[in-house]
């Protein structure tokens, strides 16, 4: 198992989520964090007081998966979040020593698998 | 100086109640431009707050200008079928002589925060993603070129007047006319890019009723006001504002319960708006039980069409068509039903003269295709010049940080001053970015 962690634009967000869902990856945590990544500051100017936002906004995923889903959903991610431009984020993969399904205290592979929840009806 | 000759003839004393009267309204109408930028602003996306406020008041401003200089003289100067003549361009002849009971530029400045939130109205089919500066430009040409004949036509001597078709405070002049533009201006701008892959949720509702709110005590102004003096017809007015959108709230409310169990904030302030946009064009001419039905009645189309667009292709941002387009179109023929010669008016339908009924779908129809034709060649004239909507990287980041520099809720942590006479001791670059570009973040 490992725990896939993400840093991405929040501009990017909907189609990391879209490809995410393509590939069959479900269940995952999104945060929004500010950070620095190294592109250029954007300027704005408050009544004649220019600032540059040195931290810019960002959305930090977590995704825990089992082994055959490490590769797809790294690259789902790396996909749907690039621009080509300084700043599009990171995919960290970090190692898990275990998992733990609150619900049913499933243990591991099992508690990373997800399973279907009840249909919501639509409006 | 001829500054002494404009002072005179003076109007009588008895006139000064009319004028208190239409300096409140002004400033009641005034009111209503920062009521619908709120309405607007909290139903965007949080990355578009400014820029759709920004657009709102931007279009206030741009066509209230532009209004002063061209559009007040082909409006309210001459008294052709169609079209007003250049005798008051740049306010020549404009000053403190009577028209009517008040000052011509008292009257010219209520007639201008008309013409401001008319086109302000259209902004909402066109945000989160139109370029702020061709949204100006399109915003002070539509002013002179739509909204100035349609107002001549009703309100400046033009041929609707002449035929008799009634328009109290602008249901067909404003809100049928910025409701054709904005169906318009949506489909020649085309969807937002997320429009149908993504729910756009309003996000902060509470803005969404603090405008609503705003704009109802504006509209005061807008209604009573237009009676033009303090009077049996301002008061019907006033009354009927406070009325019909009570009524349009109601049904709305039912109609939100029946549909989800649940009756939404949103729903609301959409309903009090639809409400007073029907009640608008009927406002001095029918009783207020006249005002209460048409409140009800007007719920129904708006509702539905709501409902339908939210399904269909057409990504009219903040539903003015449905809400202003549709809602002044049947104000105005609900106006044509209920119109009372006891309260204002001349007989409706319900007194037996069915023809009104005719007259104002004619009214709406020439709108229509009025503001139509002129709204579809003034984007293609601006668009000539300059694109319409934002690049799509700009539309994904918002406009707000984009276009203007600013964000709306902005964190604060991480902003560092840039002085204006930055030497390089100003100029080292900060830490972070020093660890970013050896590698290390």
């Keep these: ?123 | 100086m001829d500054s002494s000759a404009a002072l005179t003839p003076p109007l009588p004393a008895a006139a000064a109640p009319d004028i208190a009267w239409l300096l409140v309204s002004t400033a009641l109408v005034l009111l209503m431009a920062p009521g619908l930028a709120f309405f607007y602003g909290g139903l965007v996306r949080a990355k578009n707050a400014l820029n759709t406020i920004m657009m709102t008041l931007g279009a206030f401003a741009a066509g209230t200008l532009a209004w002063s200089l061209a559009g007040y003289s082909l409006a309210f100067s001459g008294d052709g079928a169609w079209f007003g003549d250049l005798g008051h361009l740049a306010l020549t002849g404009v000053g403190l002589e009577p028209r009517g009971t008040v000052p011509h530029l008292l009257f010219f400045a209520f007639q201008a925060t008309f013409a401001g939130i008319t086109v302000a109205l259209v902004a909402g089919a066109l945000v989160e993603r139109m370029r702020f500066g061709a949204w100006l430009a399109f915003s002070a040409l539509w002013t002179i070129v739509v909204y100035a004949p349609v107002c001549h036509w009703v309100w400046g001597g033009g041929w609707l007047a002449d035929l008799g078709a009634l328009d109290f405070a602008g249901g067909t002049v404003v809100h049928v006319n910025a409701g054709a533009a904005a169906l318009v201006g949506a489909l020649a701008l085309g969807p937002r890019r997320d429009w149908g892959r993504q729910a756009l949720l309003p996000h902060s509702v509470p803005f969404v009723l603090l405008g609503a709110g705003l704009l109802w005590f504006g509209w005061f102004g807008f209604n009573a006001g237009s009676a033009l003096a303090v009077g049996d017809a301002a008061v019907v007015a006033f009354a009927n504002t406070l009325l019909a959108p009570l009524a349009t709230l109601a049904a709305w409310m039912a109609l939100d319960a029946g549909r989800t169990g649940r009756v939404t904030a949103v729903g609301a302030a959409t309903a009090i708006v639809v409400g007073l946009v029907a009640v608008t064009p009927a406002a001095g001419f029918v009783s207020p039980r006249g005002a209460l039905a048409i409140g009800l009645v007007a719920a129904l189309p708006s509702y539905f069409a709501l409902l339908a667009r939210g399904r269909s292709r057409l990504d009219d941002s903040l539903d003015v068509v449905a809400a202003h387009g549709l809602g002044g179109l049947s104000g105005a023929l609900l106006t044509g039903v209920f119109a009372s010669a006891a309260w204002g008016g001349t007989p409706g339908l319900l007194e037996g003269n069915a023809p009104l009924v005719g007259r104002q779908l004619a009214a709406v129809l020439a709108t229509l295709a009025w503001s139509g034709l002129g709204t579809a060649g003034l984007l293609r004239l601006v668009a000539a010049f300059a694109p319409l909507a934002v690049d799509r990287r700009v539309e994904a980041r918002g406009l707000d940080v984009a276009l203007h520099g600013e964000e709306a809720y902005g964190s604060g942590e991480g902003a560092i001053l840039v002085l204006a006479s930055a030497g390089p001791s100003h100029d080292l670059p900060a830490p972070v970015l020093s660890a970013a570009e050896s590698g290390r973040a």
């Excluded at chain 1, 619900?103 to 929840?117: I, K, L, M, Q, S």
């Design chain 1, 1 to 123: 198992m490992k725990l896939i962690v993400a840093i991405v634009r929040p501009d990017r967000l909907n189609d990391v989520l879209e490809a995410l869902f393509r590939a069959d990856v479900r269940g995952l945590t999104l945060s929004r964090v500010e950070g620095h990544g190294g592109e250029l500051e954007a300027v704005q100017t408050y009544r004649g007081t220019t600032v540059k936002m040195e931290l810019v906004e960002k959305v930090r995923l977590e995704i825990g998966v089992s082994e055959p889903f490490v590769d797809v959903t790294v690259e789902a991610i790396r996909a749907a979040a690039a621009t080509g431009e300084v700043g599009d984020g990171k995919i960290f993969v970090l190692p898990v020593e275990s998992v733990v399904r609150i619900r049913t205290g499933e243990r591991d592979v099992d508690a990373v698998t997800p399973v279907a929840a009840p249909a919501v009806a639509p409006r």
